[in-house]
């Protein structure tokens, strides 16, 4: 796992146009799409070789198409299990499901891959292509000026200095970065210890569904993984665990046979266990000068729906074509609106991860009538999981900013959570268009059959496509195009009326800027 990386020779001063501090996950995605954008770009992180401690699991539909448009979505694929279904079962026998299977993408499902296994992918793919990984360097802080950032870090041979236009801190929730920076890192921690066990499981798990398993008191997901092994986590009772405590294989196994599933949660063979606490939180800001924040270094959030390691893929793809046309001289303010889309996009990833009410919903469903009830709250919670139907809001005037604009820090949630179906998506300015794939560095037009925009009302090396059946479904009433950014979110939408076309293309211009 460790192939393909180098070390610096003490005093070494290296010159980049981004600098990424932490090859976990969205670091190394972040380093991949910067290359893939043909930008010149060093990932530092202070250990000497990938964790090999099996973190984050699920990579979601919105992560596979990132991996796929880097040619890497096959060999991540190889190295997990492939599901379509989350099932969720209580004691009284009642099955309620989040299906993925309809979602509008090539790729309706979710793949099951140990967070290990996706970063050697990663820095494998990084450095075959031109990026430098340097690992067993340690950030310890930096400096920056209208030019740039000159960062310090240590070996154990010493001092070095590294000079970028960009510093990115992806150095993970106790990041260096953000405290460097003095950001403020508020949220909350859940009272209750969450366990886990992984190995082999006494009944082999089901061929296409991950599981949640609902008791009175606590409940536990079921995740395969490759080679027939599974993890078994959750917050099982409400008990929380001493920090520096050690969890014994006996306490696990009593503690989560007492939800009552039996051999369904049982393990034949151990390989790891561990307990740990969860943690909702929120930067302040995600951005400070020519720094930026992203991944868990930016927010945290409940482990539910496997959002993690896709939150912090979303941060890299936001992130890389803005740093790409930074570099190509843009003028435009992007990490500040980077800044107000990413942020209030982990908030909402926040929201919708705090489940424990609708656990509780689905514990005390013992009629049919309330079964239907809960089944259908749980509409929109694939698209959710997905990220696919995310929308960023277009940005408040000065003169008149919401309240509401600015995210606040996660909450626990207080009752079900009822997510909107996406056959209310629309590509509204902000919207993402599922399925589109976007050429590194070009905006794209995507139009009806009979309306091929003038490329002079469109910004420079704009591609041009048609909707496609699916996409015109979601076009608003009255726009006959719209105008997706290089991320794939639509910046504008086009008019049917041709006498109002030279007024949108002046807005058009302003947000494809």
């Known amino acids: 796992m460790n192939r393909n990386t180098h070390s610096a020779r003490a005093n070494d001063h290296r010159t980049t146009d981004v600098l990424v501090v932490g090859a976990g996950p969205t670091g190394l995605m972040l ?22 401690r099996t973190r984050a699991v699920m990579v979601h539909a919105a992560g596979l198409e990132i991996l796929d448009t880097l040619g890497l979505r096959t060999t991540v694929e190889d190295a997990g299990v492939r599901r379509t279904r989350i099932d969720f079962h209580t004691r009284h026998h009642a099955l309620f499901t989040v299906d993925f299977t309809t979602l509008d993408t090539p790729f309706p499902y979710y793949v099951n891959v140990p967070q290990p296994e996706v970063e050697a992918v990663l820095a494998d793919h990084f450095t075959a292509t031109g990026g430098r990984l340097l690992r067993g360097l340690r950030y310890t802080g930096h400096q920056e000026d209208e030019h740039g950032v000159t960062a310090e870090a240590v070996t154990d041979d010493g001092p070095h200095t590294l000079t970028a236009r960009h510093l990115v801190g992806a150095d993970g929730a106790s990041s260096t970065v953000r405290t460097a920076l003095g950001i403020d890192f508020p949220g909350i921690t859940y009272p209750m210890s969450y366990l886990l066990a992984e190995g082999a499981p006494t009944r082999p798990a089901d061929p296409d569904a991950s599981a949640m398993y609902i008791g009175p008191a606590g409940a536990v997901s079921l995740l395969p993984l490759p080679h027939g092994a599974v993890r078994i986590a959750g917050p099982v009772s409400p008990e929380a665990l001493d920090r520096d405590s050690e ?267």
């Open 247 to 513: 969890l014994s294989t006996r306490h696990f196994r009593d503690t989560v046979d007492a939800l009552g599933f039996g051999p369904a949660l049982r393990f034949e063979r151990v390989d790891r266990i561990a307990h740990y606490q969860v943690h909702e939180r929120l930067a302040e800001r995600f951005t400070s000068g020519r720094t930026v924040l992203a991944g868990d270094a930016a927010h945290l959030n409940s482990p539910a729906g496997g959002q993690a390691m896709n939150t912090g893929f979303g941060d890299a793809w936001a992130l890389a074509w803005r740093l790409a046309a930074l570099d190509a001289g843009s003028p435009a303010p992007l990490l500040a609106d980077y800044d107000r889309e990413r942020r209030a996009a982990a908030a909402e990833v926040a929201r919708t991860t705090g489940v424990l009410q609708l656990l509780d919903a689905m514990r005390h469903a013992t009629t049919e009538t309330a079964r239907d009830s809960v089944q259908r709250s749980l509409t929109g919670y694939a698209e959710a999981w997905s990220q696919l139907y995310l929308r960023y809001h277009p940005a408040p005037t000065p003169a008149a900013t919401p309240a509401s604009d600015t995210a606040p820090a996660p909450a626990p949630d207080t009752a079900p959570l009822a997510l909107p179906a996406r056959t209310g998506h629309r590509l509204h300015p902000g919207a993402r268009v599922p399925g589109h794939r976007p050429e590194p560095g070009h905006h794209t037009c995507l139009h009806l059959p009979d309306a091929t925009p003038d490329p002079a009302h469109l910004p420079p090396h704009t591609r041009t496509a048609e909707l496609t059946p699916t996409q015109r479904t979601w076009l608003p009433t009255g726009t006959t195009a719209v105008l997706v950014r290089p991320d794939g979110h639509v910046a504008h939408t086009l008019p049917t009326d041709p006498h109002t076309t030279a007024g949108a293309t002046a807005e058009t211009e302003k947000e494809a800027a």
């Open 31 to 52: 380093g991949c799409l910067l290359r893939h954008h043909d930008i010149a770009c060093t990932v530092i992180d202070r250990r000497d070789t990938i964790d090999p």
